[in-house]
T-cell receptor
């Protein structure tokens, strides 16, 4: 079945607060993970990625944490801004089955309250 | 380079007609992927190419779906005898390799009436 899922369909946060979006995956052979942001009517936009040999990676205002023990991925957005409103997807890569494409979860809709 | 380009942005077609979508990847990317996204869901992987070779096509949804990348640059996705269930966003992505630079286009929104 689907190996990547997000627990909360909607997350509402106050502007300026930090946001944490979680993702669980089930394929322990996955070796690469990406977070995407998707605004209405647009394609997914790359935010940050992490390989399975790392447990943390930081970008500008974003941090991805990977816990391989419990197969959990999270995206932290610092000082959330109105422009952060979007659907966020985690995606995993596993070339073991030969497909070499990404498997996406269903997404979390991040809503920023003024 | 302006990223991954897809054409058309929107397509409305009658059931039973054939449609073809085009994707122009980032020029230095040798991998090209097609995904389908339905409302409220994440993108679903369909197929991918490395240069002109189609390395995975078992995920294509039916034999009505086919993709080509004849010269290793742009790609086309064709759906024959469209059905209402084919209505979705069709996304193209390209990457430098399996672990770097996955970039999506804005997609083609298909509506089958």
């Amino acid at each position: 079945g689907e190996s990547v899922g997000l627990h909360l369909p909607t997350l509402s946060v106050q502007e300026g607060d930090n946001s944490i979006i979680n993702c669980a995956y089930s394929n322990s052979a996955s070796d690469y993970f990406i977070w995407y942001k998707q605004e209405s009517g647009k394609g997914p936009q790359f935010i940050i990625d992490i390989r399975s040999n790392m447990d943390k990676r930081q970008g500008q205002r974003v941090t991805v944490l990977l816990n391989k023990t419990v197969k959990h991925l999270s995206l932290q957005i610092a000082a959330t801004q109105p422009g952060d409103s979007a659907v966020y997807f985690c995606a995993e890569h596993n070339s073991g089955g030969g497909a070499d494409g990404l498997t996406f979860g269903k997404g979390t809709h991040l809503i920023i309250q003024p | 380079d302006t990223g991954v380009s897809q054409d058309p942005r929107h397509k409305i077609t009658k059931r039973g007609q054939n449609v073809t979508f085009r994707c122009d990847p980032i020029s230095e990317h040798n991998r090209l992927y097609w995904y389908r996204q339905t409302l409220g869901q994440g993108p679903e992987f369909l197929t991918y190419f490395q240069n002109e070779a189609q390395l995975e096509k078992s995920r294509l949804l039916s034999d009505r779906f086919s993709a080509e990348r004849p010269k290793g640059s742009f790609s086309t996705l064709e759906i024959q005898r469209t059905e209402q269930g084919d209505s979705a966003m069709y996304l193209c992505a390209s990457s430098l390799d399996a672990y770097y630079g996955y970039t999506f286009g804005s997609g083609t929104r298909l509506t089958v009436v």
